[in-house]
């Protein structure tokens, strides 16, 4: 086997190795050569080139967020490890176990105008859970700092940071390796709800009436069926879901925007809870956030093993543990108390979903009408990324089949690496991949297509509005050039010629006949990845959308 020269080096990809992190995304650059050629002639990994740093940090985070295992990307020396930036906060956020290792210049280079250098110590330290910044020689130290990096990318879940600084010559190899590495232990803490609190919170429950749980972003499978059998069986627990809970059962209340956008304050008053129960990761629905704000409970608990944000101000107790682990220790201790709370909801939201029936078969084509013609054509067990912004939110309305996995970058909600993760997640995962976004999302991304691992039976529909169109139902709309050019951003762009540079099939749709057809023919071949690109009316979407939530009292 081929090894780097340099010990350091050495010891990095043997630890990796060690570890189990076998996934490493590289971006080309001479400083880092010596970790490419040892990552590269070594069997145990799986090694990807991704020219641009950017897309290179969301492809990786798209395989983590699939695989559940952390993911190293490696770059070169000076404004590389920038790129990595947007993926590492979206890591942080999410809670995806990501590893920066990022190639330096010796100290003695920094700051004395050599060029490609910059100052890459703790350059994440806002957001990364280690920073270990290496010294050239191979050494015991080192080695901990290697460990302790990965052993908290692990058991932490999120991103940490390794600078490594080379001299040269970089490119020379051996046959043998010639350092003796070490690995330190990685501890899991099991963490358990103590018997006090079960008592004092338990008897909380017991005499609360309305008791409301919001579910954020899950993982498929996250939470025990039991579990969400006992929670539907109580008549004072309303449980409101997103489309990226991945949280199925016919009593929750999946579409929450559509339940309480036209809400009086009577009705807000009626579904004020007592208690608020929340865990999963980061909530779209910035009505439901205002609601409680506004409307606040007695008591707000948060179920997390690491981390709990004070996301509506009312914050009062913290559960360091997995929602399965505190629902395995609480639930058996709850009684059922009497209560007209979920069943008074129940039956609003099936008034709601039975006119937004209604109100979809009337409307002209528009982004609403596509959304809801693509959600009803998808196949079942496709997974499903979704971009940010316009597409997340008009999703969310929406009954997705629950077979569908959907996942969404709303650790950040960010728009800048969308169609990377997606195309990552669709690599580590071999079920065809529906990625549906925006343009202006699209656009801004195109260098991932720039890859050469991308399935064949990945899918884009891009939903093409000629800008920004969120900024529409916002309230700062007006029509004129300062909106249009530098909120909504128009633009006349199409993905055809992307998609014939990039190997892509084409299709194209811009009213109902061409979207059904271009849906059949989108989803009948996996003999090449295919964009469809939907052309909706700029000027209509909204007034189509705002009216929605008018129909659906």
């Known amino acids: 086997m081929i090894y780097p020269k340099i010990p350091l080096a050495q010891s990095i990809i043997e630890i990796c190795a060690a570890k189990g992190v076998y996934d490493i995304v590289i971006s080309p650059g001479s400083r880092n050569a010596p970790l490419t050629i040892g990552f590269t002639n070594n069997p145990k990994f799986n090694c990807y080139s991704i020219a641009d740093e950017r897309c290179a940090g969301f492809f990786a985070l798209g395989i983590a967020q699939q695989t559940k295992k952390p993911v190293a990307v490696l770059c070169t020396s000076g404004s590389a490890v920038l790129n990595y930036h947007p993926a590492f906060a979206e890591a942080f956020y999410s809670q995806i176990p990501f590893i920066v290792i990022s190639a330096d210049r010796p100290k003695d280079k920094i700051d004395i105008g050599d060029g490609q250098t910059i100052r890459q110590e703790n350059i994440f330290h806002n957001h990364s859970l280690y920073n270990a910044n290496l010294t050239e020689d191979d050494s015991e130290e080192n080695d901990v700092f290697i460990n302790e990096s990965i052993n908290v990318a692990i058991a932490r879940k999120g991103p940490v940071h390794i600078n490594v600084p080379f001299e040269e010559p970089l490119y020379e190899t051996t046959s043998k390796l010639s350092v003796d590495f070490n690995i330190t232990s990685l501890f899991k803490v099991y963490r358990m709800v103590g018997v006090d609190d079960i008592i004092t919170f338990s008897t909380l429950w017991n005499h609360s009436k309305k008791i409301l749980v919001i579910v954020g972003e899950l993982a498929p499978d996250a939470i025990e069926q039991k579990w969400i059998e006992k929670l539907a069986s109580f008549p004072s627990v309303v449980v409101m879901t997103e489309a990226n809970s991945n949280l199925h059962h016919p009593s929750f209340i999946n579409n929450i925007d559509s339940l309480i956008m036209p809400f009086t304050p009577s009705k807000f008053e009626k579904l004020q809870p007592r208690i608020l129960i929340t865990f999963g990761g980061m909530i779209v629905s910035k009505r439901i956030k205002t609601f409680v704000r506004n409307f606040k409970p007695r008591h707000h608990w948060h179920l997390d093993e690491f981390r709990a944000y004070d996301t509506f101000g009312i914050l009062t107790h913290h559960f360091h543990v997995s929602p399965n682990q505190f629902f395995s220790q609480f639930l058996p201790f709850v009684k059922t108390v009497d209560s007209a709370y979920k069943s008074y909801f129940e039956k609003i939201n099936k008034t709601r979903k039975r006119k937004r029936e209604l109100y979809l078969e009337k409307i002209p084509f528009s982004d609403l009408k596509a959304f809801n013609r693509i959600v009803k054509t998808i196949p079942k067990d496709v ?34 690496g969308c169609t990377s993760t997606a195309i990552g997640a669709a690599v580590a995962n071999k079920k065809t991949t529906l990625f549906i976004t925006g343009d202006v999302s699209f656009f801004y991304d195109s260098n991932a297509l720039w890859n050469n691992y991308i399935p064949k039976n990945f899918k884009i529909i891009v939903i093409n509005n000629g800008g920004g169109g969120i900024f529409r139902i916002l309230p700062g709309h007006k029509e004129n050039t300062t909106f249009n050019t530098f909120f909504e951003t128009s633009h006349c762009l199409t993905a055809q010629h992307l998609a014939k540079m990039y190997g892509f099939h084409y299709l194209m749709a811009s009213d109902e006949s061409s979207l059904a057809q271009g849906l059949e023919d989108l989803f009948s071949n996996d003999e090449m990845p295919a964009i469809l690109e939907v052309f909706t009316p700029t000027k209509e979407n909204d007034k189509i959308l705002l009216q929605f939530f008018k129909e659906i009292v």
Do not use: H
Request: net charge neutral; charged share 20%.
């Open 383 to 416: 997974q499903l990324q979704v971009g940010n912004s316009s597409p997340i939110r008009y999703i969310q309305l929406l009954d997705v089949d629950k077979s569908i996995a959907v996942f969404c970058n709303r650790g950040t909600s960010g728009i800048d």
